[in-house]
């Protein structure tokens, strides 16, 4: 009976680069949300996250002005992220 050889499975080296982090992050208590600074990788900044309590998340280009869905989906931290580091790089 010859024997196979077994299957290796590879991972690939593939490294997420980050193109944003986070600045300063504010809470408010009395609205029971979150602010937190979206920065490029030049630090500056490119909009705020808006987190409530109940895990919905809002994306802020500027304070006036708010995204609540990304394209019919609920956002997530780091889609929001990203889409501030993209679009809302001016």
Known sequence: MKKTPK????KPNIQKIMNYSFGESH???YLNCSFTEI??????????IWKHTNGKI?????MGFHIWFNEGEEW???SGALWLVK???W
């Open 7 to 10: 299957l290796q499975k590879i």
């Open 27 to 29: 809470s408010n208590k």
């Open 39 to 48: 920065l490029n990788k030049e630090k500056n900044r490119v909009g705020w």
């Open 58 to 62: 809002v994306v802020m280009p500027n």
């Open 76 to 78: 997530t931290v780091e």
């Open 87 to 89: 679009h809302a790089s």
